[in-house]
């Protein structure tokens, strides 16, 4: 049931969009979605999925700076139906799954000022546009963003959110998927995050593992720092044929009768590419003491 009390902010319209209001970026603005989309840009080949980089030529608009999101739809719904729209920031979560139900995404249109490099507490434009766009226009992710708004919708109803909640974070913004040159990055976090863009390919410390829908969803993960734990598929296809082909309510029922599975654990089950040393995240802990 919707909480009357979540109400969009005073200017939205009542699905929470706000219009982009792209003449109002200041230079230093565009600048800044430059200056990150060329350090980005410059280091996403041979680490990023193609499909992904396939995508990001959508995003070298007709002019330099942000892109505008009337633009960017246009493109996008040639390609596969998807529009981009602006919000004030975080939405409630039956507003969110209604906008990809409708292939919609909903973006933040602020950027990250320079102090903000690299480390954000809420997504900014760099993060939504740069980091999730560019599967958008690959017909398979566009399907199965769309399905998981559907799916959403659904677990909304089961009480099952957290759950699902836990198959976009280790998909759609922390996914590693096989490539016949190695494991590639395609996750909207770490794509758009200069950082993780390497550390979740190369450093020893997280664990890679296969992707395992009921297994990925009984795991929890951490949200203020690189991840522990990435999960990898061997496909799009894969990813969206078991998203249709699952029925999530009896598989919902199985793992909320299981215990939660902590973030370093390898299972005796599980498709183990990297067993991680956890080294980063220790080193974290003993300076947090
Ligand atoms: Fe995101």
Do not use: C
């Not at 906008?99 to 939504?128: C, S």
């Not at 040159?181 to 200069?194: F, K, M």
């Not at 390919?201 to 969803?217: E, H, V, Y």
Request: no cysteine; aromatic share 12%; charged share 25%.
């Amino acid at each position: 049931m919707e909480n009357p009390d979540i109400l969009p902010p005073a200017g939205a319209a009542p699905d929470w969009t706000i219009p982009q209001d792209w003449a109002r970026y200041t230079p230093d603005e565009h600048a800044m979605w430059d200056r990150l989309f060329a350090r980005q840009a410059k280091m996403l080949p041979g680490r990023a999925a193609p499909e992904y980089l396939e995508g990001l030529e959508m995003l070298r608009m007709s002019r330099p700076g942000i892109p505008n999101f009337d633009e960017l739809s246009e493109r996008l719904m040639q390609a596969t139906g998807w529009q981009v729209v602006a919000v004030p920031g975080l939405v409630p979560e039956a507003v969110f799954f209604d906008h990809l139900a409708n292939r919609r995404f909903v973006a933040g249109r602020f950027i990250r000022t320079p102090d903000q490099l690299d480390y954000l507490e809420e997504p900014d434009i760099f993060h939504d546009v740069f980091g999730h766009v560019p599967l958008l226009a690959n017909p398979v992710f566009a399907d199965y963003m769309q399905a998981y708004g559907q799916g959403g919708q659904r677990a909304a109803g089961l009480g099952a959110i957290d759950n699902l909640a836990r198959l976009y974070w280790y998909t759609v913004e922390f996914g590693l998927i096989r490539s016949d040159a190695g494991l590639r990055i395609y996750g909207a976090g770490i794509v758009s995050s200069y950082g993780e863009s390497v550390f979740a390919l190369d450093d020893p410390s997280p664990n890679r593992l296969g992707f395992d829908l009921q297994r990925l969803m009984r795991t929890k993960y951490r949200i203020d720092d690189y991840q522990q734990n990435y999960f990898v598929i061997d496909s799009f296809d894969q990813l969206l044929r078991q998203t249709l082909d699952t029925d999530f309510g009896p598989l919902y029922d199985k793992i909320q009768a299981l215990p939660e599975i902590e973030i370093e654990t390898i299972l005796p089950s599980d498709t183990v590419y990297t067993s991680g040393t956890q080294a980063y995240a220790r080193a974290k802990e003993a300076q947090a003491i």
